[in-house]
């Protein structure tokens, strides 16, 4: 079985579908802020908090970042 094969992973025990997960790259470029400025935001509880996916490897759960968006105060 290869990796592009995989539909499902265990996040914090909870199964979660592959597509609903964001690497930092893909959520870098969703925002368009930089990594830094989203590290000091989830720090501070500004942000959605990443999931450790397996060893090395975090993502943020796409659902999460979106009702974030969703929650920022229009202009």
């Known amino acids: 079985m290869s990796m592009s094969d995989v539909t499902h992973v265990v996040v ?3 199964i979660v579908a592959v597509g609903e997960l ?3 790259k893909e959520l870098v470029a969703m925002l368009g802020l930089c990594y830094t400025t989203i590290y000091n935001m989830e720090k ?3 942000f959605p908090a990443r999931r ?3 060893r090395g490897r975090v993502a943020w759960l796409r659902s999460e970042v979106e009702d974030w968006i ?3 105060p229009t202009v």
């Open 12 to 14: 914090d025990n909870d």
């Open 22 to 24: 964001l690497k930092r």
């Open 44 to 46: 501070a509880g500004k």
């Open 52 to 54: 450790k996916v397996s």
């Open 70 to 72: 969703r929650a920022l």
